[in-house]
C-alpha cells in the first residue's frame, strides 16, 4: 500500500482480557518495527522484524506481549491478560532496510485497558 | 551505547519568530540522524536526516538541521514559526551499518507551541 495501515485505529479492552493489534507495511519493506508510546513520554522500542524473523525483541516489557511477522508483510502484536499500564498508543513503523532510510510509521493503535 | 538528548520537554513561540529544538546525542560510530514531527492523534512523519556529505540539510515545512560533530547536536530550526508548526518533534539516531539493522533511539521529544 501506499503507507503503513495500522489496525484498529482504537480500541477499548477490560482488563484480563487479550488483544490483537495489526500492521501492514509498505509493499517491499523488509524491516518492521514496533515501538510503544506512553502518554507524554517518548517512544519505547519494542521489537524488529527482517523478513519473518524477528532478531531483536529485547524491547518486549514481558512475557505477554508476543508478536509475529507472516510473508514478510503483515504483522500482528499481541497482548495477553492485558493491565492498566499497556495503555498507550502502539506504533508501528516500516523500512527498506539499512541504516540510512528512516522509518515509514502508521498513524498508530491507541489501546485503553479499562 | 547510543542516546538523544533533547532540551526543553516544551517550547513555545510566538508566531513568526525563530524556531530552535534542541538536541544532541552520544554515538560511538558515525550516526545517521533524523528528525520527526507528529501532529495529534498521528504517526511520526519523517521531517529530514542526515547521513553523509552536507551537514546542514534541509527538510519539508522550511525546516532545517545541521550536524556539528564537534559539539554532537543536530538542533533543528525553522527561520519563522507558524501555527500549523504546533506539534511534537522527536530527534533520533542511528548505526551506520551498511545493510543492516536500523534500530532508531528516539528523544522523549519536544512540545511545540506557536502563539499568535
Same mark, same amino acid.
Given at each position: 500500500?501506499?503507507?503503513?495501515?495500522?489496525?484498529?485505529?482504537?480500541?477499548?479492552?477490560?482488563?484480563?482480557?487479550?488483544?490483537?493489534?495489526?500492521?501492514?507495511?509498505?509493499?517491499?519493506?523488509?524491516?518492521?518495527?514496533?515501538?510503544?508510546?506512553?502518554?507524554?513520554?517518548?517512544?519505547?522500542?519494542?521489537?524488529?522484524? +527482517?523478513?519473518? /524473523? %524477528?532478531?531483536?525483541?529485547?524491547?518486549?516489557?514481558?512475557?505477554?506481549? =508476543?508478536?509475529?511477522? *507472516?510473508? @514478510? &508483510?503483515?504483522?500482528?502484536?499481541?497482548?495477553?491478560?492485558?493491565? +492498566?499500564?499497556? /495503555? %498507550?498508543?502502539?506504533?508501528?513503523?516500516?523500512?527498506?532496510?539499512?541504516? =540510512?532510510?528512516?522509518? *515509514?510509521? @502508521? &498513524?498508530?493503535?491507541?489501546?485503553?485497558?479499562? | 551505547?547510543?542516546?538523544?538528548?533533547?532540551?526543553?520537554?516544551?517550547?513555545?513561540?510566538?508566531?513568526?519568530?525563530?524556531?530552535?529544538?534542541?538536541?544532541?546525542?552520544?554515538?560511538?560510530?558515525?550516526?545517521?540522524?533524523?528528525?520527526?514531527?507528529?501532529?495529534?492523534?498521528?504517526?511520526?512523519?519523517?521531517?529530514?536526516?542526515?547521513?553523509?556529505?552536507?551537514?546542514?540539510?534541509?527538510?519539508?515545512?522550511?525546516?532545517?538541521?545541521?550536524?556539528?560533530?564537534?559539539?554532537?547536536?543536530?538542533?533543528?530550526?525553522?527561520?519563522?514559526?507558524?501555527?500549523?508548526?504546533?506539534?511534537?518533534?522527536?530527534?533520533?539516531?542511528?548505526?551506520?551499518?551498511?545493510?543492516?539493522?536500523?534500530?532508531?533511539?528516539?528523544?522523549?521529544?519536544?512540545?511545540?507551541?506557536?502563539?499568535?
Amino acid at each position: 500500500g501506499a503507507g503503513v495501515s495500522q489496525s484498529p485505529s482504537n480500541k477499548v479492552t477490560e482488563k484480563g482480557k487479550d488483544v490483537e493489534l495489526r500492521c501492514d507495511p509498505i509493499s517491499g519493506h523488509t524491516a518492521l518495527y514496533w515501538y510503544r508510546q506512553s502518554l507524554g513520554q517518548g517512544l519505547e522500542f519494542l521489537i524488529y522484524f +527482517q523478513g519473518n /524473523s %524477528a532478531p531483536d525483541k529485547s524491547g518486549l516489557p514481558s512475557d505477554r506481549f =508476543s508478536a509475529e511477522r *507472516t510473508g @514478510g &508483510s503483515v504483522s500482528t502484536l499481541t497482548i495477553q491478560r492485558t493491565q +492498566q499500564e499497556d /495503555s %498507550a498508543v502502539y506504533l508501528c513503523a516500516s523500512s527498506p532496510g539499512g541504516a =540510512s532510510y528512516g522509518y *515509514t510509521f @502508521g &498513524s498508530g493503535t491507541r489501546l485503553t485497558v479499562v | 551505547a547510543q542516546s538523544v538528548t533533547q532540551l526543553g520537554s516544551h517550547v513555545s513561540v510566538s508566531e513568526g519568530a525563530l524556531v530552535l529544538l534542541r538536541c544532541n546525542y552520544s554515538s560511538s560510530v558515525p550516526p545517521y540522524l533524523f528528525w520527526y514531527v507528529q501532529y495529534p492523534n498521528q504517526g511520526l512523519q519523517l521531517l529530514l536526516k542526515y547521513t553523509t556529505g552536507a551537514t546542514l540539510v534541509k527538510g519539508i515545512n522550511g525546516f532545517e538541521a545541521e550536524f556539528k560533530k564537534s559539539e554532537t547536536s543536530f538542533h533543528l530550526t525553522k527561520p519563522s514559526a507558524h501555527m500549523s508548526d504546533a506539534a511534537e518533534y522527536f530527534c533520533a539516531v542511528s548505526h551506520g551499518f551498511s545493510g543492516g539493522y536500523n534500530k532508531l533511539i528516539f528523544g522523549a521529544g519536544t512540545r511545540l507551541a506557536v502563539h499568535p
